[in-house]
């Protein structure tokens, strides 16, 4: 099974961009979409937003104006960038696999391990 | 936006007994096309990454125990674990993914009694 991996900056400072990325291995990157996903300490899951393998994207409206997600099919890696964070920002961020090839509307079949980032100065 | 809403909140069961989580979206998740629940289960230990177990409301992922199964349609489902095992104490989630922003129940923690 293909397996994810979250890697970047574990504190990030208020108002800076927290910036992070995923890398795919046992499998290729083509042919599935790719999301984000965090959750806050103690909290539920929030999806913020997903990439396909040709690049389009679909962003959570909470969150559209300060995400862009990119994808690097030569590296198999889809990033996250989210500008002007705060303390609310502060969550385990994982990245997630759909489980249905080639569709946008699918569940997460495989998860990283998930990253905490912590927002503060 | 699509929302879930899980009953209930927490719930302790004797090992052995049964385990009913339930799960109600604000609108219907079946796509018209196809007749297909887009509504899914997922279970997280501590520490742990989110797992998934259920898809299309019923299908079982692979390598998931039969003691799990998922049922419901349109907006109310329910997740069933048959017979509790020690292994089984984790948070629940229902998940529903017809429409963007994808969004998820708030979560039922399970213990044992």
């Known amino acids: 099974q293909v397996q994810l991996r979250e890697s970047g900056p574990g504190l990030v400072k208020p108002s800076e961009t927290l910036s992070l990325t995923c890398t795919v291995s046992?499998?290729?990157?083509?042919?599935?979409?790719w999301s984000w996903i965090r959750q806050a300490p103690g909290k539920g899951l929030e999806w913020l937003g997903y990439i396909s393998y040709s690049g389009s994207t679909n962003y959570s409206p909470s969150l559209r104006s300060r995400l862009t997600i990119s994808v690097d099919t030569s590296k198999d890696q889809f990033s996250l960038k989210l500008t002007s964070v705060t303390p609310a920002d502060t969550a385990i961020y994982y990245c997630?696999?759909?489980?249905?090839?080639?569709?946008?509307?699918?569940?997460?079949?495989?998860w990283g391990q998930g990253t905490l980032v912590t927002v503060s100065s | 936006d699509i929302v879930m809403t899980q009953s209930p909140d927490s719930l302790a069961v004797s090992l052995g007994e049964r385990a009913t989580i339930n799960c109600k979206s604000s609108q219907s998740v079946i796509y018209s096309s196809n007749n297909k629940n887009y509504l899914a289960w997922y279970q997280q230990k501590p520490g742990q990454p989110p797992r998934m177990l259920m898809y299309?409301?019923?299908t079982r992922e692979s390598g998931v125990p039969d003691r799990f199964s998922g049922s419901g349609s349109g907006t109310d489902f329910t997740l069933t674990i048959s017979s509790l095992q020690a292994e089984d104490v984790a948070v629940y989630y229902c998940h529903q993914y017809l429409s963007a922003p994808y969004t998820f129940g708030q979560g039922t923690n399970l213990e044992i009694k």
């Open positions: 046992g499998g290729s990157i083509t042919g599935y979409y």
């Open positions: 299309w409301a019923s």
């Open positions: 997630a696999k759909a489980f249905r090839s080639g569709a946008a509307n699918s569940g997460f079949d495989s």
